[in-house]
């Protein structure tokens, strides 16, 4: 079975700080990790994707994450918060079998001080 | 390019009832997913449909039915609606294949009364 956690369901920071979203996953085997955003009343938005290529992860609007297999974890970090990064943030990984679903974390609101 | 759209916004129904959601899937994708997102939760998986069948359905009961067309937009059908199936419901498209990136729409918001 897969599943991921996402510590802190509200984190807070000041506007040009650092921001850390924790996610960890269980997988039986190598997943497909995502983290996706959703601002207020809206759908959600990719903001990067994890395919095994590379551990250090790309993705819009400044955000990365890195894959760590020893630590079961995917992290979203982006170095200077902005105040229009705060929204919902969503870890999510792909089953390994059967349809290609996502199966979510529970999220993470982003809140920006300014 | 298109991406996915989603109709109604919004919607209010009473217990009992039934409701249709409606998704047209993003320019030449041909799987499309639905979810449902509850108050302060994350979006959970309800079905997917891929070339017009069913490729995988979530842990919901059989009053949630859908459907999927040949130009690959796709419904959403509750029956019997709970007060428990308000909810934002997502749907996604992607093209065929394990682990394709999969794109939302914004949402059609459900209120159940």
């Known amino acids: 079975a897969q599943s991921v956690t996402q510590l802190g369901s509200h984190v807070s920071v000041s506007e040009g700080a650092l921001v850390l979203l924790r996610c960890n996953y269980s997988?039986?085997?190598?997943?497909?990790l995502f983290w996706y955003v959703q601002y207020p009343n809206q759908g959600l938005q990719l903001l990067l994707k994890?395919?095994?290529?590379?551990?250090l992860v790309k993705g819009i609007n400044g955000f990365e994450a890195e894959f760590k297999k020893s630590e079961t974890s995917f992290h979203l970090t982006k170095p200077s918060a902005h105040m229009s990064d705060a929204a919902e943030y969503f870890c999510?990984?792909?089953?390994?079998?059967?349809?290609?679903?996502?199966?979510f974390g529970t999220g993470t609101r982003l809140t920006v001080i300014p | 390019e298109t991406g996915v759209t989603q109709s109604p916004t919004h919607l209010i129904k009473t217990r009992g009832q039934q409701v249709t959601l409606r998704c047209s899937s993003q320019s030449g994708h041909n799987t499309v997913s639905w979810y449902q997102q509850a108050l302060g939760q994350g979006p959970q998986f309800i079905f997917q449909y891929y070339r017009e069948e069913e490729n995988g359905r979530g842990n919901f009961p059989p009053r949630f039915s859908g459907l999927q067309f040949p130009n690959y937009s796709s419904e959403l059908n509750v029956n019997a609606l709970e007060l428990d199936d308000s909810a934002l419901y997502l749907c996604?498209?992607?093209?065929?294949?394990?682990?394709?990136?999969?794109?939302f729409g914004p949402g059609t918001r459900l209120l159940v009364l």
């Open positions: 999510a990984v792909s089953l390994e079998t059967g349809a290609n679903n996502l199966f």
């Open positions: 994890y395919t095994s290529a590379a551990t």
């Open positions: 997988s039986s085997v190598p997943p497909y």
């Open positions: 996604a498209s992607s093209l065929g294949g394990l682990r394709e990136t999969q794109y």
